[in-house]
Structures are given as C-alpha cells and as structure tokens.
C-alpha cells in the first residue's frame, strides 16, 4: 500500500510534542530569511513588517481550519483532492506539492553547499552531490519515528545561533543606523506588495495538512494554534525575518542567498557553518519526506507504479541533485510564482469545501472506483490557475499582475463554490471510514 495514499487511523497518530518538533522543522529555514531581506530590500522595514504582521494572522487562521480538518479526518492532500477534483486533479495536486517541496529542497541544500565551499573550499558540485548524499538517509523510513528527535535535538542549535549572529554582527559592525529605508516601488501599496510576496509560499498550507494529519484529534486545541498556528508562524516569519534584516543591514552584505551565507560566516565563521548546516538539515527533513511521499503518490496515481518509500526518497535526491548543477536562483522564482499560482488556488477551494460541509460529519470518498477521472471543482481551479498565471507574465508591472495571487484566491472560491453546489463531492458515513485504507485503493 502506498504509504502516502492511506487515512490515518486514531492508533497511528503522533503525540502533540512529536508532532510538534517534527513540523517546527520549518522554522529553521534560511529561505525565510531571504524572502524577509528581499521583501525589506523592495518596500521598506516598515512596509514589511506590516505585511509580515498581516501573514501571520492569515496563515494562523487558515492553517488553524485545514489542520484540524486533517486531524479529524486522517486525509492527506492526495486523498482530499482525489474527491475534490477527481482521479486526474489529485494526481496534478500531488506533482505539483512534489515539485515545490524538491524546488525548496533544491534552495536550501544549496546554502548548506555553498557555505561549506565558501568556509572549506573546493568543487562546489561535489558539495552539492555531499549534501544530497547526508540527506538521503535521514528522511528514509516513517516520520513519527525519529524526525521529532532529530529536530528537538537540532532546534536549540538554531536558536542559539539566531541570537550569536545578532550579537556578533552589533559587536564588529555596530548597529545599522538605517534598515533599509526605501520607498516602495511599484503599483500597490509597500505593505501590500510584503504580503503578496509571502502569498508565494502558500505550499506551507499543504506542507500543514500532511503534517496535521497525524495529529490526535484530542490535541487539537495545541497543534490548531501552537503547532501549525500563529505561533509558529510569528516565530517563522516575524522572528527569522526580523534577524535577517537586522544582520543584513548591520553587515553590509547584500540581500540575497549567498549574501545571507556570508553575512553568517562572516560574523561567527564556523559555528555560523554550523548553524546553516543545521537549520537546512531540519528543513530539508520535511522537504525530502513530502517530496517522496508525494512522488510516490502521483506513480501510484498516473503509472499504477507501487514502489516502497525509500525508492522515491533516492528519486527525490537524484532530481535535486540535477536541479542543483543548473543556475537555480534563475528559474527556482518563476517555477515557484507559477506553482504558487496554483497551490493558491489548491488551499481556496480546499477551504471553500471544508466550510460548506462543516455541519457534516460525513467522510469525503477517496475509494478510486466511485470518483470520476475529473470534476467541476478541479475545472474551476485549473481556470483560476490559468488565469492567475497569464496576469502573472502578460501584464507584468500592472496592478492587475501584482495582485494575480488575490485574484487567483477569489475565482478559486467562487469557482469552487459553485462547482460543489452543481455537483457536490461524493461522501460516505464515518463508520464506513475505518475500511478506508483496505478498500480505497482496489
């Protein structure tokens, strides 16, 4: 069976703070660090701390719904897409949460190769093909049974190492006497633009409901707020982007991947090394595991190809490798604009749903033999994406080009909401759940 594909039963489910220090995996994150320069860089301390502030209230309130609609369901993103948009939508949905999650695998192996080529020199592909090589193993096997070890082991390290670089920059630099203070450019207010930016990585709200399911429902009151909920993302984005834009400015280096990198070896030389390698090593746990999990959803869906997890781990490494000899900051933003475009859309319809039946206790169908190869709903997210994605490269520099992502989100729900009226999802009655996992996939 294919471990990605199955509802999670009750006696599967990960205690709270395994959960906990699984998922926070994701805070330690050098990618939130450079989109928080960037986003200072284009609008302006103020302008973005605003829209930061504003991120943190949409993704807690969001991912509050969606994790607990995970929780008390045990679905992954396959399976709600399968009854949402149909046999072939579900299989669109799990390459394109593949293809993100290895994109963001591929990033941030990279600041951990390119900071051991700057401390140690050396070929940087070699670092590459070392990097891939360490991550392999460490995301083999099932997640409840060591991500939450390794990551509370690593998860101090990295905290350590926030406050050390901010102490270290003030003592040899000083502190900044002006963070980036600039005019917003562009059509659209600056605190705006700052949270359009971190609309682009909308995929935590998918990265949240594979997590979330193996939450227990009786834990949900911590893992709703704490877990995959505001606190989490005021630490993400508001403490990793506060640090970075601190460091930026007081050390002079420019707001970008390796400017980061610099800017941590520069101010504590090795345990600056050691920091990147650890806050990219928990990342890159979550990464590899969704990356895999879902390649090995999508085989299974388009290729009937039933392989064991770890096959698709070593996949996962193979195609970051590759990814990673070519000029990745030059393609990764436009990849990940357009995936946006659509995990945007993904995570309105998923929301659409979730509050139309929320006086339901009925299951959403997931056997394959009672849904369709497509749906209305998977029509109406396909038509939001396309449009999303047209704003996005023919009108670029207008104001309809800056606010594709909100426009993608309202045709989504609307869209959504009118295809789930004509012809609702198919659902079955809890009892029958329990044999999910022997029947859905026949």
Do not use: C
């Amino acid at each position: 069976m294919s471990y990605s594909s199955y509802v999670v039963r009750d006696t599967e489910r990960v205690p709270r703070w395994s959960l906990t220090m699984a998922w926070w995996a994701l805070f330690s994150a050098m990618f939130w660090i450079y989109v928080a320069v960037a986003s200072a860089g284009a609008v302006g301390l103020v302008n973005t701390l605003i829209g930061m502030a504003l991120t943190v209230a949409t993704y807690g309130a969001v991912n509050l719904v969606l994790s607990r609609y995970a929780a008390r369901t045990g679905l992954s993103v396959e399976l709600l897409s399968r009854s949402l948009f149909g046999i072939v939508g579900s299989a669109l949905a799990t390459l394109i949460f593949a293809a993100t999650a290895i994109y963001y695998a591929v990033f941030e192996g990279s600041i951990i190769a390119v900071g051991f080529q700057k401390f140690f020199g050396g070929e940087l592909n070699l670092w590459y093909a070392a990097v891939v090589l360490y991550a392999i193993p460490l995301a083999v096997g099932p997640v409840q049974r060591w991500l939450d070890r390794l990551n509370g082991i690593l998860l101090p390290i990295y905290l350590i190492g926030l406050v050390a670089v901010v102490i270290a920059a003030t003592t040899q630099f000083g502190a900044p006497t002006s963070v980036f203070e600039v005019a917003a450019a562009g059509p659209l207010p600056g605190w705006l633009t700052s949270y359009l930016i971190y609309m682009g990585v909308w995929i935590m709200m998918m990265y949240t409901f594979d997590y979330a399911r193996l939450g227990r429902q009786k834990d949900q009151r911590f893992l709703g707020p704490v877990t995959f909920g505001w606190v989490f993302y005021f630490f993400t984005f508001m403490v990793n982007g506060a640090v970075g834009i601190y460091i930026i400015a007081a050390t002079g280096h420019e707001g970008s991947e390796t400017g980061v990198v610099d800017a941590f070896l520069g101010t504590m030389g090795f345990f600056g090394l050691l920091v990147i390698f650890v806050s990219q090593t928990r990342i890159n746990t979550a990464n590899y595991y969704l990356a895999s999990t879902n390649l090995d959803a999508f085989a299974t869906r388009v290729f009937n190809l039933a392989l064991p997890r770890w096959v698709w781990v070593i996949v996962t490494g193979a195609i970051t490798y590759l990814l990673m000899l070519t000029n990745v900051v030059s393609w990764l933003l436009k990849a990940l604009a357009w995936q946006g475009v659509f995990v945007t859309g993904w995570v309105a319809i998923a929301l659409v749903y979730i509050a139309m039946t929320r006086r339901s206790d009925r299951m959403p169908e997931v056997r394959r033999s009672k849904l369709p190869a497509f749906t209305w709903g998977a029509a109406a997210w396909v038509f939001a994406a396309a449009v999303g994605i047209v704003l996005t490269e023919v009108a670029g520099g207008t104001v309809l080009a800056a606010l594709a992502p909100l426009i993608t989100v309202v045709l989504a729900a609307v869209g959504g909401w009118a295809a789930f009226r004509a012809t609702p999802p198919r659902t079955i009655d809890p009892a029958e759940s329990l044999e999910l996992d022997e029947q859905h996939m026949r």
